[in-house]
């Protein structure tokens, strides 16, 4: 008698948790529809964020090149056509653009002939010649000219990437080959 209430109490305990497997198995597809709509609206949202960043940092690139107040930071030199890249880790260097004045205090490449040697503008130049700053579907083209108090012009053409958030500038002369440098646009 024990060995047949022993199978009996198994049985039934067999019973209820197969019952209770079979009643959280439907519970579970409405756990799990609600938990991936609760997912896909935070996911949603996100990106909703992300957007309205990206549009905001647009905009605030956008203001920064219109008000003509602004710093270049370079992270990077390059000699044209195929110079070697070089890191810039200087705090020190950039490009300052206000209203009155440019700042400049950038390493430039000079040489007619390799070896090539390398020099510093640290210039404050009171004026430039033809500042104009137009809109691109990538962001803006930025160009003015200065003969940094030599006799040779140079060309600063920056093309800021609005929707990236970097900028390149190329330094060009008559008489050297351009420097590329990358980096960024900042407040002051």
């Given amino acids: 008698m024990p060995m047949k209430r022993t199978l009996f109490i198994a049985v039934a305990v067999a019973l209820v948790v197969s019952l209770a497997l079979v009643t959280s198995g439907e519970a579970q597809p409405e756990d799990s529809a609600k938990k991936s709509a609760e997912r896909t609206a935070q996911q949603l949202a996100r990106q909703q964020r992300r957007a309205e960043r990206i549009a905001a940092y647009e905009k605030f690139l956008d203001s920064l090149v219109l ?19 070089r890191n810039l880790v200087n705090p020190n260097y950039e490009i300052v653009v206000w209203d009155t004045a440019v700042d400049v205090c950038m390493p430039f490449i000079k040489g007619y002939v390799p070896p090539y040697y390398p020099v510093l503008f640290n210039y404050v130049l009171p004026s430039v010649e033809g500042y104009v ?42 008489f050297y080959n351009s420097v590329q440098y990358t980096g960024n646009l900042l407040a002051i």
């Fill in 133 to 174: 700053a137009e809109q691109t579907h990538d962001g803006w083209n930025i160009t003015f000219k200065s003969t940094m108090f030599s006799a040779t012009d140079y060309t600063f053409n920056f093309e800021v990437y609005s929707h990236y958030g970097g900028a390149t500038l190329t330094i060009s002369s008559p």
């Fill in 67 to 85: 008000s003509h107040n602004y710093r270049f930071v370079p992270q990077t030199m390059q000699q044209m056509p195929a110079g070697m890249m």
